[in-house]
Each structure stands twice: as C-alpha cells, then as structure tokens.
C-alpha cells in the first residue's frame, strides 16, 4: 500500500479546506438582522423582556458577538425605531395640501405602531440622535410645516401633539371591543351606557378608526389655526 502523500501543497490545501468548512459567506449578524430579532423579541415578550443577553440567544450568537456590531442596548433600540419610522408614509407632502398629507401621514404613523404597541413607551422617549429615517421623516415633515406658513418656533410642538395622538391611538386599536361596556352598572350610569350604545349601532368603521378620524380632524384644524399667528391658541381657553 502506498504511503500517504506528505506533499507540502497537500497538506496545505487539506488545512484550507478544513478551516473553511462551515465558515458562512457572509457576516453572522447584520443590522438588519439584528433589528429583527429585537422586534420579533420585543412584540413576543414586551419591552421588559428585552436583554441583551435575550437577544444574542435568539440571533443564536454569543453576547459579545452582538456587542461587536452595537455598543449598548440603546444602539439597538436605535435601529428598531429608525426600522419603524422608515415604514411611516411621508411621500404625500410634497405633491399635496398641506392637511391632506398630515392625515395620510397620522395615518400611516398609527397603523405602523397599532402592530407594534409594547414599544410605543420607549420610542416615544427615545432621542432621534443619529438615527437617520427617523431624522429624514421629522424634515419632511417640518419642511412641509414651514412652507404652509406655520411658525417655526411652534413646529416641534405642533409634532409633539400630533405623535401624543397618534400613540395614544394605536393602542386603541387593539383595545377590546367592550371596553367601554358598564355591565351591571348600566342603571347607575344611564348617559354613557345611553352614548355606548347609539355608537356601538352607527359605527361604520369600527370605534378606533371613528375616533381617530374625529380626533385627527380636530388636532389638524387647531393646528391650522396656529398658520400666521403669533398666539399661542391655549391661552385663549376660558375666556369668552
């Protein structure tokens, strides 16, 4: 039987192979495939749930792994909210009225967080810092703020009202269809159990979708007021 071959170029060439099988072709973890994960982590087990070390097991990585690509849990939840936020529909500012596209806007704005209402608490804090869709969305939309007219010194506030609303909103989405229903204390409560009732018979939408369409109107028509002027319309409340 002939010897084994003892070649250098062999035994070189069967080290190669060896170090490459099962070496992936690309990187073990990106960000998109760690935001991901942190969504999926997140809507399965709340904010609360949310670890680093949670989130490297379910990336099927080691935890200084996932350390290599973000430095800190608030990286993460960076890339989740610039994920989120690039969903939100901005397209229609530039070719229509100003109130038309801050509806299509809102409404775009809930819907996105309605599926993904454990994070709402966080983002609704979280700094834009460096997070660049999310950077890209509030442009736009100051951007289109400006060229209605509307006072720059009160855009952020105005941002501010309307983003309140909105999550306020996508939690309502997914509330029960009975929570406003008094049970056994109908009797004792006749005038809500009475408004309760009438909205449950002409309701064509469903109760969120009303709601939010009567509360966007009214916040847009505020707002609209604000065009032009340089009073802040609150301290106007209360007096005649």
Known sequence: MPAPSTHPESASHDE???????????????????TRAALELINRRGYSGFTMTALAKLLNVAPSALYNHVAAKRDVLLLVQDHLMAQVDISRFDITAWDNAVRIWAWSYRDVFAQHTPLIPVIAV?????????????EVVSKAFLHAGFPQERIVSAIVALESFIFGSAYDVTAPPDIFEPGSMADTNPSFAAAVSSSAEHESRGRADDAFSLGLGALISAIGNWQGSRRNPLETVGRG
């Open 16 to 34: 190669t192979r060896s170090r490459r099988v099962g070496r992936p072709s690309t990187a073990v973890l990106d960000k998109d495939r760690t």
């Open 126 to 138: 979280l700094p834009v810092t460096d997070a660049p869709h999310t950077l890209a969305m509030y």
